[in-house]
Protein backbone atom coordinates (compact mmCIF):
# COMPACT_ATOMS: atom_id res chain seq x y z
CA UNK A 1 0.00 0.00 0.00
CA UNK A 2 1.52 3.13 -1.29
CA UNK A 3 -0.60 6.83 -0.94
CA UNK A 4 -0.39 10.37 -1.29
CA UNK A 5 -2.79 12.42 -0.70
CA UNK A 6 -3.78 16.46 0.49
CA UNK A 7 -4.88 17.32 4.10
CA UNK A 8 -8.40 18.87 4.00
CA UNK A 9 -7.51 22.58 2.08
CA UNK A 10 -8.46 24.31 5.15
CA UNK A 11 -5.50 23.47 6.81
CA UNK A 12 -3.29 26.25 4.60
CA UNK A 13 -5.12 28.32 6.69
CA UNK A 14 -4.91 26.50 10.14
CA UNK A 15 -1.32 25.51 10.10
CA UNK A 16 0.34 29.41 10.66
CA UNK A 17 -2.31 29.63 13.44
CA UNK A 18 -1.17 26.60 15.16
CA UNK A 19 2.24 27.52 14.73
CA UNK A 20 2.08 30.96 15.89
CA UNK A 21 -1.49 31.99 17.91
CA UNK A 22 -2.59 28.73 19.51
CA UNK A 23 0.06 28.10 22.04
CA UNK A 24 2.26 30.52 23.61
CA UNK A 25 4.41 28.70 24.90
CA UNK A 26 6.66 25.98 22.12
CA UNK A 27 6.70 22.84 25.09
CA UNK A 28 3.68 22.35 25.12
CA UNK A 29 3.52 20.03 21.98
CA UNK A 30 5.08 17.50 24.39
CA UNK A 31 1.91 17.66 27.06
CA UNK A 32 -0.19 17.41 24.03
CA UNK A 33 1.32 14.68 22.64
CA UNK A 34 1.78 12.62 25.82
CA UNK A 35 -2.46 13.46 26.45
CA UNK A 36 -2.74 11.75 23.06
CA UNK A 37 -1.43 8.76 24.18
CA UNK A 38 -3.23 8.57 27.69
CA UNK A 39 -6.11 9.11 25.79
CA UNK A 40 -5.58 6.19 23.32
CA UNK A 41 -4.69 4.09 26.33
CA UNK A 42 -7.78 4.81 28.18
CA UNK A 43 -9.53 4.30 25.37
CA UNK A 44 -7.94 0.41 25.10
CA UNK A 45 -8.86 0.14 28.59
CA UNK A 46 -12.17 0.91 28.37
CA UNK A 47 -13.05 -1.18 25.14
CA UNK A 48 -11.17 -3.93 26.93
CA UNK A 49 -13.77 -3.26 30.67
CA UNK A 50 -16.91 -2.73 27.45
CA UNK A 51 -15.92 -6.27 26.02
CA UNK A 52 -14.98 -4.95 22.81
CA UNK A 53 -11.35 -5.87 22.91
CA UNK A 54 -10.55 -9.44 24.18
CA UNK A 55 -6.68 -9.70 23.52
CA UNK A 56 -3.71 -8.68 26.57
CA UNK A 57 -3.78 -5.40 27.84
CA UNK A 58 -0.44 -6.19 28.92
CA UNK A 59 1.92 -3.48 30.24
CA UNK A 60 0.59 -0.27 28.58
CA UNK A 61 3.45 1.95 30.07
CA UNK A 62 3.76 5.47 27.70
CA UNK A 63 7.58 5.98 26.97
CA UNK A 64 9.09 9.35 25.88
CA UNK A 65 12.47 9.07 24.54
CA UNK A 66 14.89 11.07 22.20
CA UNK A 67 18.09 10.71 20.18
CA UNK A 68 20.45 13.33 20.08
CA UNK A 69 22.29 12.36 16.92
CA UNK A 70 19.28 11.58 15.16
CA UNK A 71 17.68 14.90 16.39
CA UNK A 72 14.17 12.73 17.08
CA UNK A 73 12.01 12.62 20.21
CA UNK A 74 9.45 9.70 20.28
CA UNK A 75 6.30 9.01 22.22
CA UNK A 76 4.95 5.42 21.98
CA UNK A 77 1.97 4.12 23.72
CA UNK A 78 0.34 0.47 23.69
CA UNK A 79 -3.47 2.20 23.94
CA UNK A 80 -5.83 1.93 20.77
CA UNK A 81 -3.80 2.09 17.67
CA UNK A 82 -5.42 3.34 14.53
CA UNK A 83 -5.47 1.76 11.08
CA UNK A 84 -4.81 3.66 8.02
CA UNK A 85 -8.11 5.04 7.48
CA UNK A 86 -8.09 6.34 11.11
CA UNK A 87 -4.85 8.33 10.51
CA UNK A 88 -6.69 9.73 7.65
CA UNK A 89 -9.94 10.50 9.17
CA UNK A 90 -8.31 12.13 12.83
CA UNK A 91 -5.36 12.78 11.80
CA UNK A 92 -5.37 14.68 8.08
CA UNK A 93 -8.72 15.96 8.82
CA UNK A 94 -7.40 18.87 11.12
CA UNK A 95 -9.97 19.97 13.73
CA UNK A 96 -11.78 17.14 13.40
CA UNK A 97 -11.18 16.04 17.00
CA UNK A 98 -11.65 12.00 17.20
CA UNK A 99 -11.77 12.53 20.80
CA UNK A 100 -14.80 14.03 20.48
CA UNK A 101 -16.73 11.51 18.21
CA UNK A 102 -15.49 8.73 20.84
CA UNK A 103 -17.40 10.72 23.94
CA UNK A 104 -20.11 10.64 21.71
CA UNK A 105 -19.92 7.24 21.62
CA UNK A 106 -19.40 6.07 24.72
CA UNK A 107 -21.44 9.07 26.43
CA UNK A 108 -22.85 7.05 28.88
CA UNK A 109 -20.10 4.91 29.99
CA UNK A 110 -19.02 5.99 33.45
CA UNK A 111 -15.43 6.90 32.58
CA UNK A 112 -15.48 8.50 29.31
CA UNK A 113 -14.51 11.70 30.87
CA UNK A 114 -11.31 10.65 31.33
CA UNK A 115 -10.42 11.39 27.39
CA UNK A 116 -8.86 14.86 27.37
CA UNK A 117 -8.58 16.10 23.99
CA UNK A 118 -11.21 18.09 22.97
CA UNK A 119 -10.16 20.46 20.62
CA UNK A 120 -8.69 18.75 17.98
CA UNK A 121 -5.85 20.17 17.18
CA UNK A 122 -3.15 19.35 20.01
CA UNK A 123 -1.53 16.82 18.06
CA UNK A 124 -0.59 19.75 14.69
CA UNK A 125 1.50 21.48 17.95
CA UNK A 126 4.09 18.98 17.06
CA UNK A 127 5.06 20.95 14.19
CA UNK A 128 6.01 23.76 16.33
CA UNK A 129 9.13 22.12 17.28
CA UNK A 130 9.82 19.46 14.25
CA UNK A 131 10.05 19.88 10.55
CA UNK A 132 8.73 16.05 9.72
CA UNK A 133 6.45 13.98 11.80
CA UNK A 134 6.27 10.09 11.65
CA UNK A 135 3.41 8.26 12.94
CA UNK A 136 3.87 4.70 13.01
CA UNK A 137 0.54 2.66 14.37
CA UNK A 138 -1.08 -0.33 14.57
CA UNK A 139 -4.47 -0.96 15.52
CA UNK A 140 -6.12 -2.92 18.24
CA UNK A 141 -8.65 -4.26 15.78
CA UNK A 142 -8.54 -7.93 14.47
CA UNK A 143 -6.23 -8.32 11.49
CA UNK A 144 -5.63 -4.84 11.48
CA UNK A 145 -2.60 -3.35 8.91
CA UNK A 146 -0.29 -1.14 10.48
CA UNK A 147 0.36 1.80 8.62
CA UNK A 148 2.72 4.81 8.66
CA UNK A 149 2.43 8.38 7.81
CA UNK A 150 4.61 11.24 6.94
CA UNK A 151 4.06 14.79 6.67
CA UNK A 152 6.63 17.55 6.75
CA UNK A 153 4.46 20.16 7.85
CA UNK A 154 3.12 21.26 4.07
CA UNK A 155 -0.31 20.20 3.66
CA UNK A 156 0.59 16.82 2.02
CA UNK A 157 1.45 14.24 3.54
CA UNK A 158 2.41 9.93 2.62
CA UNK A 159 1.01 7.30 4.31
CA UNK A 160 2.10 3.39 3.57
CA UNK A 161 2.06 -0.02 5.33
CA UNK A 162 4.51 -0.49 8.13
CA UNK A 163 5.96 -3.48 9.63
CA UNK A 164 5.14 -2.31 13.53
CA UNK A 165 4.09 -6.24 15.39
CA UNK A 166 3.05 -4.38 18.81
CA UNK A 167 -0.18 -2.45 19.35
CA UNK A 168 -0.04 1.35 19.88
CA UNK A 169 1.43 4.37 18.29
CA UNK A 170 4.30 5.68 18.20
CA UNK A 171 5.05 9.29 17.04
CA UNK A 172 8.71 11.05 16.20
CA UNK A 173 9.55 14.37 15.63
CA UNK A 174 12.69 15.14 13.42
CA UNK A 175 13.11 18.25 15.79
CA UNK A 176 13.69 21.78 13.60
CA UNK A 177 16.92 23.77 13.70
CA UNK A 178 15.50 26.36 16.08
CA UNK A 179 14.15 23.78 18.87
CA UNK A 180 17.47 21.67 19.21
CA UNK A 181 17.22 22.74 22.79
CA UNK A 182 14.45 20.00 23.02
CA UNK A 183 16.84 17.03 22.68
CA UNK A 184 18.64 17.26 25.96
CA UNK A 185 17.46 15.07 29.18
CA UNK A 186 16.84 17.89 31.88
CA UNK A 187 14.79 20.22 29.35
CA UNK A 188 12.74 17.00 28.26
CA UNK A 189 12.56 15.85 32.19
CA UNK A 190 11.76 19.09 33.52
CA UNK A 191 9.03 19.70 30.64
CA UNK A 192 7.53 16.27 32.10
CA UNK A 193 7.74 17.13 35.57
CA UNK A 194 5.68 20.22 34.97
CA UNK A 195 2.64 19.17 32.75
CA UNK A 196 2.58 15.10 33.14
CA UNK A 197 3.52 14.05 36.68
CA UNK A 198 -0.30 13.13 37.51
CA UNK A 199 -1.06 11.37 34.24
CA UNK A 200 -3.38 8.44 34.87
CA UNK A 201 -1.18 6.17 32.90
CA UNK A 202 3.02 5.28 33.73
CA UNK A 203 5.22 7.48 31.42
CA UNK A 204 8.89 5.95 30.93
CA UNK A 205 11.48 8.44 30.84
CA UNK A 206 14.98 6.70 30.29
CA UNK A 207 16.24 5.11 33.27
CA UNK A 208 17.46 5.87 36.78
CA UNK A 209 20.02 3.71 39.35
CA UNK A 210 18.79 2.66 41.98
CA UNK A 211 20.14 0.72 45.07
CA UNK A 212 18.32 -2.76 45.70
CA UNK A 213 18.97 -5.67 48.19
CA UNK A 214 21.01 -8.11 47.01
CA UNK A 215 21.51 -11.26 49.43
CA UNK A 216 23.43 -10.67 52.58
CA UNK A 217 27.13 -11.11 52.87
CA UNK A 218 29.60 -13.71 54.95
CA UNK A 219 28.46 -11.25 58.01
CA UNK A 220 25.27 -11.66 57.80
CA UNK A 221 24.79 -7.60 56.63
CA UNK A 222 22.34 -6.85 53.50
CA UNK A 223 24.16 -6.53 50.79
CA UNK A 224 23.30 -4.02 48.52
CA UNK A 225 23.89 -3.72 44.60
CA UNK A 226 22.62 -0.62 41.99
CA UNK A 227 20.37 -1.56 39.14
CA UNK A 228 18.83 0.29 36.47
CA UNK A 229 15.68 0.40 36.50
CA UNK A 230 12.71 2.50 34.40
CA UNK A 231 12.43 6.13 35.21
CA UNK A 232 8.60 6.96 35.54
CA UNK A 233 8.15 10.42 35.99
CA UNK A 234 4.66 10.12 37.21
CA UNK A 235 2.36 9.65 40.14
CA UNK A 236 -0.69 7.63 38.20
CA UNK A 237 -3.59 8.42 41.13
CA UNK A 238 -2.83 11.80 43.12
CA UNK A 239 -4.18 12.55 45.96
CA UNK A 240 -7.04 14.77 44.50
CA UNK A 241 -8.65 11.67 42.40
CA UNK A 242 -9.25 9.71 45.42
CA UNK A 243 -12.17 10.12 47.65
CA UNK A 244 -11.50 11.80 51.36
CA UNK A 245 -12.77 9.18 53.20
CA UNK A 246 -9.61 7.18 51.66
CA UNK A 247 -7.12 9.42 53.06
CA UNK A 248 -5.09 10.33 56.20
CA UNK A 249 -3.42 13.51 57.20
CA UNK A 250 -0.33 11.75 56.46
CA UNK A 251 -1.44 11.70 52.96
CA UNK A 252 -2.48 15.21 52.41
CA UNK A 253 0.80 16.57 53.46
CA UNK A 254 3.08 14.29 51.94
CA UNK A 255 0.95 15.15 48.66
CA UNK A 256 1.82 19.05 50.29
CA UNK A 257 5.75 18.06 50.28
CA UNK A 258 5.60 17.01 46.76
CA UNK A 259 4.03 19.86 45.66
CA UNK A 260 6.31 22.48 47.28
CA UNK A 261 9.88 20.42 48.49
CA UNK A 262 10.76 23.75 50.49
CA UNK A 263 7.42 24.62 51.96
CA UNK A 264 6.30 24.67 55.89
CA UNK A 265 3.57 21.91 56.92
CA UNK A 266 0.34 23.58 55.55
CA UNK A 267 -2.19 24.31 58.66
CA UNK A 268 -5.15 22.85 56.86
CA UNK A 269 -6.51 21.58 53.58
CA UNK A 270 -9.76 21.65 51.90
CA UNK A 271 -10.52 18.68 49.53
CA UNK A 272 -12.96 19.91 46.87
CA UNK A 273 -14.95 17.69 44.68
CA UNK A 274 -18.22 18.72 42.67
CA UNK A 275 -19.58 16.88 39.98
CA UNK A 276 -22.89 19.23 39.76
CA UNK A 277 -23.10 21.77 38.14
CA UNK A 278 -19.67 21.70 36.66
CA UNK A 279 -17.13 18.95 37.28
CA UNK A 280 -14.31 19.83 39.90
CA UNK A 281 -11.59 18.24 42.00
CA UNK A 282 -8.59 19.54 43.97
CA UNK A 283 -6.93 20.44 47.22
CA UNK A 284 -6.23 23.87 48.36
CA UNK A 285 -3.44 24.11 51.28
CA UNK A 286 -3.54 26.91 53.74
CA UNK A 287 -0.19 27.44 53.64
CA UNK A 288 1.64 28.49 56.72
CA UNK A 289 3.40 32.30 56.08
CA UNK A 290 5.32 33.90 58.47
CA UNK A 291 4.25 37.71 57.24
CA UNK A 292 2.63 38.90 54.28
CA UNK A 293 6.17 39.52 52.62
CA UNK A 294 6.34 35.67 52.35
CA UNK A 295 2.92 35.36 50.59
CA UNK A 296 3.17 34.07 46.99
CA UNK A 297 0.25 34.18 44.47
CA UNK A 298 0.00 31.83 41.68
CA UNK A 299 1.07 28.78 43.89
CA UNK A 300 -1.86 26.96 42.94
CA UNK A 301 -2.00 24.44 39.76
CA UNK A 302 -4.24 24.18 37.15
CA UNK A 303 -5.19 20.80 35.86
CA UNK A 304 -7.80 19.39 33.06
CA UNK A 305 -7.79 15.67 34.03
CA UNK A 306 -4.64 15.33 35.81
CA UNK A 307 -2.95 17.36 32.53
CA UNK A 308 -1.29 20.20 34.05
CA UNK A 309 -2.46 23.75 32.21
CA UNK A 310 -0.49 26.54 34.35
CA UNK A 311 -0.32 27.98 37.63
CA UNK A 312 -2.04 31.60 36.33
CA UNK A 313 -5.15 31.12 38.08
CA UNK A 314 -6.43 34.11 38.10
CA UNK A 315 -10.19 34.49 36.92
CA UNK A 316 -10.88 30.59 38.22
CA UNK A 317 -9.54 31.57 42.01
CA UNK A 318 -10.65 34.39 43.72
CA UNK A 319 -8.44 36.73 43.62
CA UNK A 320 -7.62 36.89 47.67
CA UNK A 321 -7.94 32.56 47.08
CA UNK A 322 -4.88 33.15 45.40
CA UNK A 323 -2.68 33.31 48.47
CA UNK A 324 -3.47 29.04 48.88
CA UNK A 325 -1.75 26.35 47.39
CA UNK A 326 -2.68 23.25 46.11
CA UNK A 327 -4.09 22.21 43.09
CA UNK A 328 -7.37 22.31 41.07
CA UNK A 329 -8.62 19.86 38.24
CA UNK A 330 -11.49 20.28 36.11
CA UNK A 331 -12.35 19.45 32.87
CA UNK A 332 -14.98 22.23 32.34
CA UNK A 333 -12.55 24.76 32.29
CA UNK A 334 -12.25 25.92 28.81
CA UNK A 335 -8.25 25.68 27.92
CA UNK A 336 -5.92 27.23 25.34
CA UNK A 337 -8.26 30.21 24.82
CA UNK A 338 -8.32 33.61 25.26
CA UNK A 339 -8.62 35.60 29.10
CA UNK A 340 -11.69 37.84 28.32
CA UNK A 341 -13.28 34.35 27.30
CA UNK A 342 -12.78 33.00 30.47
CA UNK A 343 -13.96 35.94 32.68
CA UNK A 344 -17.10 35.52 30.77
CA UNK A 345 -17.30 31.98 30.81
CA UNK A 346 -19.87 31.06 32.92
CA UNK A 347 -18.46 27.61 34.84
CA UNK A 348 -15.51 29.99 35.72
CA UNK A 349 -18.01 31.96 37.36
CA UNK A 350 -19.61 29.47 39.01
CA UNK A 351 -15.85 27.57 40.11
CA UNK A 352 -15.33 31.03 41.29
CA UNK A 353 -17.94 31.43 43.83
CA UNK A 354 -17.75 27.29 44.14
CA UNK A 355 -14.83 27.79 45.65
CA UNK A 356 -15.23 30.61 48.18
CA UNK A 357 -17.85 29.19 49.68
CA UNK A 358 -16.18 26.69 50.26
CA UNK A 359 -12.86 28.13 51.80
CA UNK A 360 -15.71 30.21 54.42
CA UNK A 361 -17.40 27.20 55.33
CA UNK A 362 -14.56 25.05 56.17
CA UNK A 363 -13.23 28.02 58.25
CA UNK A 364 -16.26 28.46 59.72
CA UNK A 365 -16.37 24.57 60.70
CA UNK A 366 -12.85 24.91 62.00
CA UNK A 367 -14.25 27.54 64.43
CA UNK A 368 -17.22 25.76 65.25
CA UNK A 369 -15.57 22.46 66.05
CA UNK A 370 -12.80 23.93 68.39
CA UNK A 371 -12.51 27.60 69.31
CA UNK A 372 -9.25 26.82 71.10
CA UNK A 373 -7.74 25.30 68.34
CA UNK A 374 -9.11 27.96 65.86
CA UNK A 375 -7.65 30.85 68.47
CA UNK A 376 -4.11 29.04 68.32
CA UNK A 377 -4.60 29.50 64.05
CA UNK A 378 -5.51 32.53 64.06
CA UNK A 379 -1.91 34.30 63.48
CA UNK A 380 -1.62 32.18 60.45
CA UNK A 381 -5.08 32.28 59.08
CA UNK A 382 -6.07 36.13 60.22
CA UNK A 383 -4.25 37.50 57.00
CA UNK A 384 -6.09 35.06 54.46
CA UNK A 385 -9.21 36.22 56.06
CA UNK A 386 -8.78 39.89 56.50
CA UNK A 387 -7.26 40.20 53.02
CA UNK A 388 -10.59 37.87 51.99
CA UNK A 389 -12.76 40.03 53.52
CA UNK A 390 -11.10 43.20 52.34
CA UNK A 391 -11.43 42.18 48.91
CA UNK A 392 -14.82 40.35 48.56
CA UNK A 393 -18.32 41.71 49.64
CA UNK A 394 -19.48 37.16 49.51
CA UNK A 395 -16.52 36.13 52.23
CA UNK A 396 -17.00 39.34 54.66
CA UNK A 397 -20.55 38.44 55.09
CA UNK A 398 -19.40 34.78 55.98
CA UNK A 399 -16.45 36.20 57.34
CA UNK A 400 -17.38 38.45 59.99
CA UNK A 401 -18.94 35.62 62.40
CA UNK A 402 -14.68 34.34 62.44
CA UNK A 403 -13.03 36.90 62.02
CA UNK A 404 -11.13 37.36 65.38
CA UNK A 405 -9.79 40.44 67.24
CA UNK A 406 -7.02 40.40 70.17
CA UNK A 407 -6.63 42.62 72.68
CA UNK A 408 -3.05 43.28 74.64
CA UNK A 409 -4.17 40.95 77.23
CA UNK A 410 -3.92 37.91 74.44
CA UNK A 411 -7.45 37.59 74.74
CA UNK A 412 -9.54 36.64 71.55
CA UNK A 413 -13.21 38.23 70.67
CA UNK A 414 -15.57 37.85 67.74
CA UNK A 415 -16.36 40.97 65.91
CA UNK A 416 -19.56 41.05 67.94
CA UNK A 417 -18.29 39.65 71.34
CA UNK A 418 -15.66 42.52 71.14
CA UNK A 419 -18.98 44.78 70.70
CA UNK A 420 -20.42 43.38 73.68
CA UNK A 421 -17.53 44.20 75.48
CA UNK A 422 -16.25 47.67 75.19
CA UNK A 423 -19.35 49.31 74.30
CA UNK A 424 -20.46 50.19 77.97
CA UNK A 425 -17.40 51.62 78.53
CA UNK A 426 -15.77 52.62 75.21
CA UNK A 427 -19.01 54.99 73.90
CA UNK A 428 -17.82 58.90 73.16
CA UNK A 429 -20.21 61.84 73.74
CA UNK A 430 -21.67 61.41 69.91
CA UNK A 431 -22.48 57.73 70.90
CA UNK A 432 -19.69 56.14 69.19
CA UNK A 433 -18.08 53.06 69.91
CA UNK A 434 -14.33 53.27 70.02
CA UNK A 435 -12.02 50.34 69.56
CA UNK A 436 -8.71 51.47 70.78
CA UNK A 437 -5.59 49.57 69.09
CA UNK A 438 -1.80 49.23 69.11
CA UNK A 439 0.30 49.00 66.04
CA UNK A 440 3.55 48.71 68.22
CA UNK A 441 3.24 46.87 71.30
CA UNK A 442 6.39 48.02 72.87
CA UNK A 443 6.74 51.75 71.40
CA UNK A 444 3.08 51.75 72.42
CA UNK A 445 3.55 50.29 75.89
CA UNK A 446 3.02 53.78 77.92
CA UNK A 447 -0.39 54.43 76.08
CA UNK A 448 -1.82 50.82 75.97
CA UNK A 449 -1.22 51.12 80.03
CA UNK A 450 -2.14 54.11 80.69
CA UNK A 451 -5.74 52.98 78.80
CA UNK A 452 -5.81 49.63 80.78
CA UNK A 453 -6.11 52.03 84.17
CA UNK A 454 -8.67 53.38 82.59
CA UNK A 455 -10.49 50.00 82.51
CA UNK A 456 -10.15 50.50 78.43
CA UNK A 457 -9.42 47.47 76.05
CA UNK A 458 -6.77 47.57 73.68
CA UNK A 459 -6.59 45.66 70.64
CA UNK A 460 -3.46 44.21 68.72
CA UNK A 461 -3.66 45.49 65.09
CA UNK A 462 0.15 45.13 63.88
CA UNK A 463 0.31 43.70 60.67
CA UNK A 464 0.35 45.58 57.24
CA UNK A 465 -2.97 44.01 56.64
CA UNK A 466 -4.15 45.72 59.69
CA UNK A 467 -4.26 48.72 58.87
CA UNK A 468 -6.33 48.29 56.08
CA UNK A 469 -8.99 46.39 57.79
CA UNK A 470 -9.31 48.92 59.95
CA UNK A 471 -10.24 51.23 57.83
CA UNK A 472 -12.64 48.61 56.54
CA UNK A 473 -14.34 47.72 59.79
CA UNK A 474 -15.01 51.71 60.42
CA UNK A 475 -16.72 51.10 57.19
CA UNK A 476 -19.16 48.00 58.14
CA UNK A 477 -19.65 48.19 62.02
CA UNK A 478 -21.86 51.20 62.70
CA UNK A 479 -21.36 53.52 65.01
CA UNK A 480 -17.75 52.51 65.48
CA UNK A 481 -14.59 54.41 65.38
CA UNK A 482 -11.03 52.77 65.68
CA UNK A 483 -8.63 55.38 67.25
CA UNK A 484 -4.89 54.31 68.07
CA UNK A 485 -4.35 54.09 71.77
CA UNK A 486 -1.81 56.70 71.57
CA UNK A 487 -4.86 59.05 70.22
CA UNK A 488 -6.56 61.76 71.79
CA UNK A 489 -9.39 60.19 72.66
CA UNK A 490 -9.51 58.88 75.81
CA UNK A 491 -10.66 62.16 77.64
CA UNK A 492 -14.16 62.16 75.32
CA UNK A 493 -14.83 58.65 76.44
CA UNK A 494 -16.94 57.68 79.64
CA UNK A 495 -13.86 57.81 82.48
CA UNK A 496 -13.22 55.64 85.15
CA UNK A 497 -15.15 57.24 88.41
CA UNK A 498 -12.87 55.65 90.94
CA UNK A 499 -10.23 58.57 90.64
CA UNK A 500 -6.46 57.57 90.99
CA UNK A 501 -3.88 59.13 92.85
CA UNK A 502 -2.56 62.69 91.60
CA UNK A 503 0.56 63.52 92.78
CA UNK A 504 0.43 67.19 91.62
CA UNK A 505 -1.70 70.19 92.48
CA UNK A 506 -3.94 71.89 89.53
CA UNK A 507 -1.32 74.44 89.14
CA UNK A 508 1.70 72.29 89.12
CA UNK A 509 0.17 70.24 86.35
CA UNK A 510 -0.77 73.69 84.96
CA UNK A 511 3.05 74.51 84.58
CA UNK A 512 3.89 71.15 83.38
CA UNK A 513 1.47 71.08 80.51
CA UNK A 514 3.22 74.53 79.46
CA UNK A 515 6.47 73.38 80.00
CA UNK A 516 5.49 70.66 77.22
CA UNK A 517 3.59 72.21 75.10
CA UNK A 518 6.61 75.33 74.65
CA UNK A 519 8.92 72.25 74.09
CA UNK A 520 6.72 70.35 71.37
CA UNK A 521 5.28 73.64 69.81
CA UNK A 522 2.98 71.96 66.92
CA UNK A 523 -0.68 71.98 67.80
CA UNK A 524 -1.06 69.13 65.80
CA UNK A 525 -0.41 66.86 69.33
CA UNK A 526 -2.25 66.97 72.60
CA UNK A 527 -0.55 67.31 75.89
CA UNK A 528 -2.44 65.73 79.07
CA UNK A 529 -0.54 65.78 82.36
CA UNK A 530 -2.24 62.99 84.68
CA UNK A 531 0.00 63.67 87.61
CA UNK A 532 0.22 59.54 87.92
CA UNK A 533 3.99 58.61 89.58
CA UNK A 534 6.46 58.58 87.03
CA UNK A 535 6.42 54.76 86.47
CA UNK A 536 2.75 55.31 85.39
CA UNK A 537 3.69 58.06 82.47
CA UNK A 538 2.15 61.06 84.31
CA UNK A 539 2.23 62.84 80.93
CA UNK A 540 0.86 61.92 77.61
CA UNK A 541 1.12 63.07 74.57
CA UNK A 542 -1.20 62.48 71.93
CA UNK A 543 -2.07 63.24 68.36
CA UNK A 544 -5.57 62.95 66.62
CA UNK A 545 -6.19 59.75 64.98
CA UNK A 546 -7.59 61.82 61.74
CA UNK A 547 -3.78 63.93 61.65
CA UNK A 548 -1.81 60.81 62.02
CA UNK A 549 -3.76 59.08 59.33
CA UNK A 550 -3.20 62.00 57.08
CA UNK A 551 0.77 62.01 58.02
CA UNK A 552 1.26 58.75 57.62
CA UNK A 553 -0.35 58.66 54.29
CA UNK A 554 1.70 61.20 52.97
CA UNK A 555 4.91 59.56 54.62
CA UNK A 556 3.97 56.44 52.48
CA UNK A 557 2.60 58.20 49.32
CA UNK A 558 -0.71 57.26 50.11
CA UNK A 559 -2.43 54.04 50.40
CA UNK A 560 -2.11 53.17 53.96
P1 LIG B 1 -7.72 15.79 20.28
O1 LIG B 1 -6.78 15.06 21.17
O2 LIG B 1 -8.18 17.07 20.88
O3 LIG B 1 -8.82 14.95 19.74
P2 LIG B 1 -5.47 15.88 18.59
O4 LIG B 1 -5.09 16.75 17.45
O5 LIG B 1 -4.57 15.90 19.74
O6 LIG B 1 -6.90 16.28 19.02
O7 LIG B 1 -5.62 14.41 18.07
C1 LIG B 1 -6.53 14.14 17.01
C2 LIG B 1 -6.99 12.73 17.05
O8 LIG B 1 -5.96 11.87 16.59
C3 LIG B 1 -7.33 12.18 18.41
O9 LIG B 1 -8.63 12.52 18.81
C4 LIG B 1 -7.19 10.67 18.21
O10 LIG B 1 -8.34 10.15 17.61
C5 LIG B 1 -6.06 10.60 17.22
N1 LIG B 1 -4.81 10.34 17.91
C6 LIG B 1 -3.83 11.24 18.19
N2 LIG B 1 -2.81 10.64 18.83
C7 LIG B 1 -3.15 9.33 18.97
C8 LIG B 1 -2.52 8.19 19.57
N3 LIG B 1 -1.32 8.27 20.15
N4 LIG B 1 -3.19 7.00 19.50
C9 LIG B 1 -4.39 6.90 18.92
N5 LIG B 1 -5.03 7.94 18.36
C10 LIG B 1 -4.43 9.15 18.38
MG1 LIG C 1 -5.05 15.79 21.88
Request: aromatic share 10%.
Amino acid sequence: MQEKGTISIHTENIFPIIKKFLYSDNEIFLRELVSNAVDATQKIKRLATLGQYSGELGDVTLEVSFDEKKKTITISDKGLGMTAEEIKKYINQVAFSGAEEFVEKFKDAKDANEIIGKFGLGFYSAFMVADTVEINSLSYQEGAEAAKWTCDGSTTFEISASDKKERGTEITLFINKDSEEFLDKWKLQGILDKYCKFLPVPIKFGTKTESVEDGVDDKGEKKWTSVEVDNIINTTAPIWTKSPSDLKDEDYLSFYKQLYPMGEDPLFWIHLNVDYPFNLTGVLYFPKVKNEFELQKNKIKLFSRQVFITDEVKDIVPEFLMLLHGVIDSPDIPLNVSRSFLQADSNVKKINSYITKKVADKLSELYKKDRKAYEEKWNDIGLFVKYGMLSEEKFYEKGKDFTLLKNTNGDYFTLEEYREKVKATQTDKNEQVVYLYATDLEKQDGFIQSANKKDYDVLVMDSPIDSHFIQHMETKLEKTQLKRVDADVAEKLIQREDGYANLLTEDQSKTVKEIFEKAISNTNYTIEVEGLSPEESPVTITMEEFMRRMKEMAATGGGG
